[in-house]
């Protein structure tokens, strides 16, 4: 891709037509005549002149045939020899009528682009000339761009599919890694009993592992989403400073782990903005992730928030490996991630930065990254539009008091999924709580255990076989059922909930389906 300067420079030089005009009289009269067309006339003496004027640029050369026999012509023809395979400067050689030199023919014939115009000519047959030749190369500037954009296009592509192959590597990688200790785990309670240390140490592995696994999952869905421009910000006025302390308390378990030294700075006065809560969370969370990762046991890490030239800002410097200059302008673009070597000891999809861009983004602000280089840190700068901070209203319909719940009533419920291990295993547990649990695999026995039963609450996965969630729900509806009706689905964008909603649903859970959630949205009332 050619420099912006050398694209500056080209366009100066738009219309620059050199001629040859051996005498002051020639120069002044070609020049008058051509500048009044609106073209810009450069007339050089010689031709060592001239081919100094060509190396700076030239849209077509107008050279009087007589010159051509003179012996330093051969350094002009290597010049037009030497250009690109897409340049063919167009050379216009004023010849007596019938008396064309055969030295002059000789000498050209290679080039191609070369025009004899006869003498005596018109002016006006002239002017016609050299605006066809100025148009030809036009042309050919055309085509070079177009090339030129073609082979941008072409690397860009196969840069993007490559990134892509490398991610699904990664991918791959990244959800088998927990998938090893859950099946050795459910290995250890078939061989070695129920022995309840045992049980507690394998339930804790398969509830770290399903939640990291399901943590790779949101990512991947959040990207797709924002990608798409699907995700609709929740905006409230919120303070920095309560933002960032979520981010930080979520996050400070991982940095303490890797015995790492995490200092925050926030203002005593409010900084109040306009964000989405749990998105802005999510993107310093993903900041300081980033910093934790990429940095060495034992590392500092330092945020720093406030106001500075009418914006809010959110800085995150870190001491760990820092970032080369070539890998700078790439870091959020997606599926980029600097460390593709078989010792993957970060880990990670490479999502958590693109997250980042786009949704500072999509909070009308900014976010840039720099480093010093390999081995001496980096900075990210969210930079956001504040805004005036209100009096905080007084919460209504706060809980008095605030002791225990009374023990949820047992219920019937009817779990639904074509996932028999999920289905059973669910069953279960619910069954463990005192409830009455019947379990289908298909639409059409649920609706006949549910004819028969009557259930006062009914987990639905929504991809079953034949007859899908979203039309049991209807048909249930239909029936008049008045209980509590839960979609459970791999799927959670707005407008898969708003599908739901459509057909009767009350909630809608993404799977895997955090327990302790359910048990919530049992209890309430339908």
Known sequence: MRPAEEKKAEEEKKDRVLVLAPTQRDASLCRRILEEAGLDC????????????????????????EVVRASEVGGLVELLEA??????IPVLILAPQGNTSPFAASTFEGLGNVTVIERPVRLSGLMSALRSALKARRRQYQIRDYIEEQIRAERALKEADQRKDEFLAMLAHELRNPLAPI???????????TSPSMVERVQAIIERQTRHMARLVDDLLDVSRITQGKVELRKERVDLAAVISQAVQAVRP???????????????????????????????ANLLTNASKYNKHGGKIILTAGRADDEAFIRVNDTGLGISPDLLPHVFDLFFQADHSLDRSQGGLGLGLTLVHRLV??????????????????????????????????????TEGGGPHAPAPSLQILVVDDNQDAADLL?????????????????????EIARDQSPQVVLLDIGLPGLDGLAVARSLRQRGMKG???????????????????????????????????????????
């Open 42 to 65: 450069v007339t050089c003496p010689d031709v060592p002149s001239l081919c100094q004027e060509l190396r700076s640029g030239a849209e077509a050369l107008l050279l009087p045939e």
């Open 183 to 193: 099946l050795n785990a459910a290995e250890v309670l078939k061989t070695h009993g």
């Open 83 to 88: 250009q690109p395979s897409w340049s063919e």
């Open 254 to 284: 991982t940095i303490e782990a890797r015995d790492q030294d995490l200092s925050v700075f926030v203002p005593m006065e409010p900084v109040t903005i306009e964000a989405d809560p749990a998105r802005l969370q999510q993107v310093v």
């Open 427 to 447: 069953s279960e547990m619910l069954s463990m709580l005192g409830h009455h649990v019947r379990t289908a695999y298909e639409g059409l026995t649920a609706l």
């Open 484 to 526: 509590t009706l839960i979609a459970t689905s791999g799927y959670g964008q707005e407008e898969d909930r708003a599908k739901t909603r459509a057909a009767g649903f009350d909630h809608h859970l993404v799977k895997p389906i955090v327990f302790d959630s359910l048990l919530e949205l049992i209890a309430e009332p339908p």
């Open 361 to 398: 983004e999509q909070h009308g602000g900014s976010v840039r990254a720099s480093s010093p280089g390999i081995g001496h840190g980096s900075e990210f700068e969210i930079r956001l539009p504040p805004c005036e901070p209100v009096l905080e209203e007084k919460r209504t319909g706060e």
